[in-house]
């Protein structure tokens, strides 16, 4: 989905970054606000349109139902076992933290096994790191993010009001439109892409930074664009390749098993969203 769905199934301004690694990250949501996994748990959490809990909601919930009550006992038998706020954010950074991806062919390759990648992903390989794509300034290994916060002018969906995303950082009164760099890992398997999922395929996304500098700021804005934004004219080859490269990034060998039934008894369903545009 572009977007995420709170709630009631409202459509959120922005989509979902992904959970893999994030226990090795410094910030969290695209724009950077949360320092850690805890304090962006509670985030979506209580907010009225997000998961449109409470505290006192959640310890009624959490408590009503016996198989909750004794994983809180097993997990934390040495502290006060009882579920609470506290013990919540804990089991959830904790299983978050779970969400390792560091396995994929690139790391096969990376590690001197040279016949992990082909002719095509190697050669993608050198026009990510190569001076004129930069792709590697933003988003380096091993992580393939620097978790800094960009400004490169993506364009909003049609119709979408513009997301300015990050505060301005040096009081700068054309410093608009900072996201997060997100992470590559498992990128071919997230689409649609950007903070609002502007982009249909990774193809797409990718060629947005051929476009030229500043080549889809609305007329009207004035944006310091990120340092790394140039014009690199990659070619429709060289486009590809990219594509190809970052295709090998995948990884999801320590992917947990989803459950059929949740602890409270209800089934596990993935959403069917009637909205095509989600």
């Known amino acids: 989905m572009a ?13 979902a970054p992904t959970l893999w690694n994030s226990t090795f990250l410094s910030s969290f949501f695209w724009d950077a606000r949360a320092k850690s996994l805890e304090e962006q748990a509670l985030g979506p959490l209580f907010n009225t349109h997000e998961m449109g809990n409470t505290p006192e909601q959640l310890m009624v919930s959490l408590n009503s139902t016996p198989a909750y009550t004794r ?13 609470s706020v506290a013990n919540v954010i804990s089991a959830l950074t904790a299983f978050q933290s ?30 990510f790191r190569s001076f004129v ?11 393939f993010t620097n978790q800094q916060v960009a400004v490169i002018g993506t364009p909003e969906p049609e119709g979408l009001p513009r997301d300015i995303g990050a505060q301005n950082t040096f009081d700068s009164p054309v ?4 996201f997060k760099v997100p992470t590559l890992r498992n990128i071919a398997l ?12 990774l193809r797409e996304a990718a060629a ?4 030229g500098r500043g080549h889809a700021v609305p007329e009207e804005e004035a944006l310091l664009l990120h340092w790394h934004i140039s014009e690199p004219n990659l070619t429709e080859d060289e486009i ?13 060998s320590l992917i947990p098993v989803t459950p059929a039934q949740l602890p409270s008894g209800l089934p596990f369903k993935h959403l069917e969203m009637p909205n095509e545009n989600i």
């Open 98 to 127: 779970s969400l390792v991806s560091l396995n994929s062919r690139y790391d096969h390759y990376a590690h001197g096994y040279h016949e992990a990648l082909t002719d095509n992903e190697i050669a993608g390989l050198n026009v």
């Open 175 to 178: 410093l608009r439109g900072g």
């Open 240 to 252: 590809d390749r990219l594509v190809d490269f970052m295709k090998t990034l995948s990884d999801e």
């Open 133 to 143: 794509a930069r792709c590697s300034q933003c988003h380096t290994p091993p992580l």
């Open 3 to 15: 977007r995420s769905v709170g709630i009631n199934g409202q459509i959120q301004q922005r989509s």
């Open 208 to 211: 947005f930074y051929t476009g």
């Open 71 to 83: 994983l809180f006992q097993q997990a934390f038998e040495d502290q006060d076992a009882a579920p």
């Open 190 to 201: 997230t689409a649609p892409y950007m903070h609002s999922g502007r982009f249909e395929t």
